[in-house]
């Protein structure tokens, strides 16, 4: 078996908000999985339901080859889990909050424990009401990449983290996949994703829109290409796989399919080339690809407001 | 000060409901007070002897306060002046932490103070919705003892008694919210001047001398370095000390000075002493899912049983006195008769008196169920339920730590009432009375337990409101449920009314099984149900 996620069909209701709307999501052993979209696309109810919080209204869920429903406990030894916004008791200690959830799940390796309280910089004397949100988080997340397991469900693990502890945290979830782990990694900062994924999902209104490695979704989007010609470019909008262009004297900035990519080298190099950079696609895009009628739908509401 | 007003209302609107509930409460319980006099005492021989009975009583002196004479009214304000003031010092005091260090706490009041907002406007709003609500008390208070017939001065006067506890444990929550930075932390000190104030002002009634005439007490020093002292020391009906209303103003003016002065001088967020660091490493007693709910439940636990115990040796030790007074006075024998008829003054006391603190040692029960419901509600349920403790496994503990826990509390108010009564009397076959009382009460409460269990399993947003509703209508049905004449299909709706009279009467085991066949399907239908629900998360 080499799925460690896998659901068909599946669906969730709260009232009459459709949260999610027949979800397939699969993601293999060994990824690091990005499970990407905006603030209610549906990524923690997702997340919950793999871990048997909620139940399914619809559709099938496996995780690890077990049902996560019916067999939560079991499971939950196998598997740990980050939240995004972590709850903590307020007279505990940061570090009694780490023991007492790395104990509840069962495996729990306290040199790497240790390691990571070290790593994140955290203070684990003090009480979690004295914590901030930054390090309430780093809590839960030594709490959870701790444990010695196969599956680490992350819900936007890293929101209210700093840019040194972001770094850390990449670090570490290298070293879980090193390690044979398997990461599903719930975000919206398309960055984090960009640097750590093997493969992404894109959920959109409850289901999954795009999914795949990242090599071959950047393959489906276009390169940026910007070059200086000896000639200027004469109406490169016209060659074929070019879908925007701009040409001011002899520089030009041209988008082209993934396909098309050799024919418009070839074109480019016949006008002399004296300068050729060429950015691939971002995750950005891609996401905007699917979340751009709503981005224009949300810049249509905003103009009345700016024109009053 | 900017802005003061614009958060005077935006707090009145989030406190809509629960101010209202404290003011209407309050009032009813003064109204209730005067209304059990009035119907107990109903000859003049009858309020010389309570009075008497009042005045002389060392227990009395120390739970009630200062004897202020035989008419209804001083009594009835006198005796239930340490529940209306407690009550009123609490609301007023948890408002200010609210509406100040507890919006500090969540990050509301850094938003709120971005704005065009005065630096001392949040706790200035905090201070004038306490002092307001504690006006309203006070109306609510005055209007519902006057409205007894009990006549018109008095009432106003233990009204302003009552708002004025409050106004001073308003300016100590204020200072405290400066003092500590978390809510918790100025919560706790309020209560704990609370009950340094109680304390106070019970050594100075205790240690106070009987007037002539022995009907009255005049107080000790003491009692003067307390608010709920000064509260007392109005003595409404007998004195009415109207010039007291200075020292609480005076009072409460100065603390919200002090409070004030210290807000300028601290950061958003920080308080005067930081909160204490603990272990980085977890104890081993803490790991395990029994070891996590008892840390959370042990606090409540204690606090419980310390007051519980307390109340059983104060009611405990009074019992021969309350004996001889109960064979004098013929209304509160016919009262108490319609528990056992015939049955000996001394056990239909203990029996009365265990079917109060029996309701009263539920109100653990309830409290620390709902603790279950706030750690859903409050997320921190849900990192757990995702490592490898099931539902059943997470809710049993905390089920059998609680019923566990109300057996103790119960058991020990009976035990320690039973030895303060033997340790006076010699007395040691009364002494096991109290006992039996109390251990009797157990499978009613547990009754009520397995329907907030229940509550939980099925429809988990009415725990709360459920929980208390039921513990306050068994509350009611207890004790009122005579005079208010209630249907008998009704009583019979509360686990308590099923409770044998022990000792007034035989004990008899078929309600008790009754009531734990019933707390133990109810609770049954409440895990099955919490096992086949979604799990409720914030956000």
């Known amino acids: 078996m080499d799925q460690a996620i896998e659901t068909r069909g599946l669906t969730k209701s709260f009232g009459r908000t459709v949260a999610l709307d027949g979800l397939d999501l699969v993601v293999e052993r060994g990824q690091v999985h990005g499970f990407l979209g905006p603030n209610g696309a549906g990524k923690s109810t997702t997340i919950r339901l793999l871990l048997g919080l909620l139940r399914a209204d619809g559709g099938k869920a496996t995780v690890l080859g077990a049902d996560p429903w019916r067999d939560a406990v079991t499971l939950h030894r196998r598997l740990a889990y980050v939240p995004g916004d972590v709850a903590l008791w307020p007279t505990l200690s940061g570090g009694e909050a780490i023991d007492l959830l790395c104990a509840l799940r069962g495996s729990v390796d306290r040199a790497r ?59 570490v979830v290298r070293e879980i996949t090193a390690a044979g782990g398997t990461v599903l990694l719930s975000s919206h900062i398309l ?54 262009a701009e040409v001011s004297d002899r520089t030009a900035r041209l988008e082209v399919g993934a396909d098309d990519l050799g024919g418009v080298i070839e074109r480019i190099a016949a006008h002399g080339v004296v300068t050729l950079t060429s950015a691939p696609p971002t995750l950005e895009e891609l996401f905007l690809r699917h979340y751009g009628d709503a981005l224009a739908r949300l810049d249509g509401e905003r103009e009345p407001a700016v024109t009053r | 000060m900017t802005a003061t007003w614009r958060l005077v209302r935006l707090a009145l609107r989030r406190d809509r409901i629960v101010l209202v509930v404290w003011v209407v409460a309050i009032a009813g319980l003064a109204w209730g007070t005067v209304q059990s006099y009035v119907s107990l005492t109903q000859t003049e021989a009858d309020r010389i002897a309570a009075a008497a009975l009042v005045a002389s009583n060392p227990l009395s002196r120390v739970f009630d306060g200062p004897a202020s004479g035989p008419s209804v009214g001083a009594m009835s304000m006198n005796d239930g002046y340490k529940i209306l003031g407690i009550l009123t010092a609490l609301m007023a005091a948890q408002a200010v932490v609210r509406h100040s260090r507890r919006d500090e706490e969540t990050g509301r009041a850094e938003l709120v103070g971005s704005a065009v907002v005065g630096r001392r406007a949040p706790l200035a709003a905090a201070v004038v919705v306490a002092l307001t609500a504690c006006v309203a008390v006070g109306v609510g208070v005055a209007l519902a003892v006057g409205a007894t017939g009990v006549g018109w001065t008095g009432a106003w006067a233990g009204g302003m008694a009552v708002a004025g506890a409050g106004w001073v444990f308003a300016g100590i929550a204020a200072v405290a919210s400066q003092v500590f930075g978390t809510s918790r932390g100025a919560n706790g000190a309020a209560a704990g001047a609370l009950g340094a104030a109680f304390v106070l002002r019970a050594i100075g009634d205790l240690t106070g001398h009987v007037a002539p005439g022995g009907l009255s ?84 636990l204690l606090v419980w049983v310390a007051a519980m115990a307390t109340m059983g040796a104060a009611f405990g030790s009074v019992g021969r006195t309350f004996a001889d007074y109960v064979a004098g006075n013929d209304a509160m ?21 265990m079917a109060f603190l029996g309701v009263a040692g539920t109100g653990y029960t309830v409290q620390a169920l709902l603790r279950m419901r706030a750690e859903e509600q409050e997320g921190r349920l849900e990192p757990v339920l995702a490592t490898a403790v099931g539902r059943a496994c997470w809710l049993t503990s905390h089920v059998l730590v609680v019923g566990a826990g109300t057996a103790l509390v119960l058991g020990s108010s009976g035990l320690v009432g039973g030895l303060a009564y033997g340790a006076l009397t010699d007395d040691w076959s009364g002494a096991s009375g109290i006992l039996g009382a109390a251990a009797v009460q157990v499978p009613a409460a547990l009754a009520l337990a ?60 078929a309600p008790l099984l009754w009531l734990g066949a019933a707390a133990l399907a109810l609770g049954a239908l409440g895990f099955a149900a919490f096992r086949r629900r979604d799990l409720a998360i914030p956000g």
């Not at chain 1, 894109?202 to 950047?218: F, H």
């Open chain 2, 333 to 353: 024998r016919a009262m108490l008769e319609t528990i056992a008829p015939g049955a000996a003054p001394l056990d239909l006391y203990q029996a009365f008196l």
């Open chain 1, 191 to 244: 960055a984090e994703a960009e640097a750590l994924c093997d493969a992404v999902s894109i959920i959109r209104a409850g289901r999954i829109v795009e999914t795949g490695s990242l090599a071959a979704l950047r393959h489906l989007t276009r390169t940026t290409l910007h070059v200086t010609t000896r000639v200027p470019l004469d109406r490169p909008e016209a060659w074929p796989g070019v879908f925007g």
């Open chain 1, 113 to 171: 424990r240790d390691e990571l309280v070290d790593r994140f910089a955290l203070d684990p004397t003090k009480r979690c009401s004295s914590y901030s949100k930054g390090n309430r988080q780093k809590v839960a997340i030594v709490a959870g990449l701790a444990a010695d397991v196969e599956l680490f469900l992350l819900d936007e693990p890293t929101s209210g983290l700093d840019p040194l502890m972001e770094a850390v945290f990449r670090d």
């Open chain 2, 450 to 509: 397995g329907l907030v269990v229940a509550v939980f399993g099925l429809l988990p947003r009415w725990t709360s409101p459920v929980a208390w509703f039921a513990l306050a209508a068994a509350l009611v049905m207890g004790q009122l449920g005579e005079i208010l004449e209630l249907p008998q299909w009704l009583l019979d709706v509360s686990p308590f009314t099923h409770v044998p009279a022990v000792p007034a009467e035989p004990f008899a085991a």
């Open chain 2, 217 to 300: 007490v005049v107080s000790a020093w003491p009692s003067w370095l307390s608010p709920l002292g000064w509260g007392q020391q109005v003595r409404p009906y007998f004195l009415d000390r109207w010039w007291i209303a200075g020292l609480f103003a005076g009072t409460t003016l100065l603390l919200v000075l002090v409070a004030a002065a210290l807000r300028g001088r601290r950061d958003l967020g920080t308080g005067m002493v930081g909160a204490p660091h603990g272990p980085a490493r977890a104890p081993a007693g803490l790991l395990s899912t029994t070891g996590m709910t008892w840390r959370l439940q042990r606090g409540v």
